[in-house]
């Protein structure tokens, strides 16, 4: 599987089908604006703020998948080499490291689907930002029509209402099959944790710790 930059695929979810907010109020309309309408803009500034801060650390969480599929990897081989060194099929340490690979081998299957999740993860905190963003410009048709300030009646509500709309549903589909793939996801970290459990059980708790890689 070709995986593609933590920022080329933040860039082209962003830019994904079905556009992004492209209905924006006027600079000329905002700096009309008198103060108490520009404090009413808070609240969605910040929501913009906090949806900006999800989409960072939605970033940070695909670098951590694929650094432990990395180290998953590793430990592939690591069982490999384990296996070879082992005397004869009945060895008990040759019985110890045929699991090992096969539970090392299962535990990579888990971090490379958990590299799709977190991907996936990424294209709905790219949505959230994109619903901060048009929420925030549909705040201040509203604050600018209120002030009746300079171009104000150029702007239609309905439109900056439907660019919300729009990309809300589109969130929302992202986040649906977000948590469908989660779901069926489980059951490969099941599998994973079976035969960890296995391992560990084996080597007396030695090898196979789902929370020690």
Not at 15 to 41: H, I, M, N, T, Y
């Amino acid at each position: 599987m070709i995986r593609r930059s933590v920022t080329v695929v933040a860039f082209l979810s962003l830019a994904a089908c079905g556009g992004g907010v492209s209905l924006r109020v006027p600079k000329k309309s905002l700096d009309a604006l008198p103060v108490d309408e520009r404090l009413d803009l808070l609240d969605a500034e910040n929501d913009l703020f906090v949806a900006i801060d999800k989409h960072d650390d939605a970033v940070e969480a695909v670098r951590d998948a694929r650094e432990a599929y990395r180290r998953a990897a590793s430990q592939v081989a690591q069982a490999v080499r384990d296996l070879d060194r082992s005397s004869g099929s009945s060895d008990p340490e040759a019985v110890v490291a045929r699991e090992e690979l096969v539970e090392a081998k299962l535990h990579r299957a888990w971090l490379d689907r958990s590299i799709d999740l977190a991907e996936e993860a990424l294209a709905v905190a790219d949505e959230e930002v994109l619903v901060a963003r048009a929420r925030l410009e549909r705040a201040k048709v509203q604050a600018v029509e209120r002030a009746k300030v300079p171009g104000a009646a150029s702007l239609s509500m309905r439109d900056f209402e439907a660019q919300v709309v729009r990309l809300e549903r589109r969130e929302k589909s992202l986040r649906d099959d977000l948590a469908n793939d989660r779901k069926q996801a489980n059951e490969e970290r099941g599998a994973w944790l079976s035969e960890s459990r296995k391992l560990s059980d084996m080597t007396g708790g030695a090898l196979g710790s789902p929370w020690v890689e």
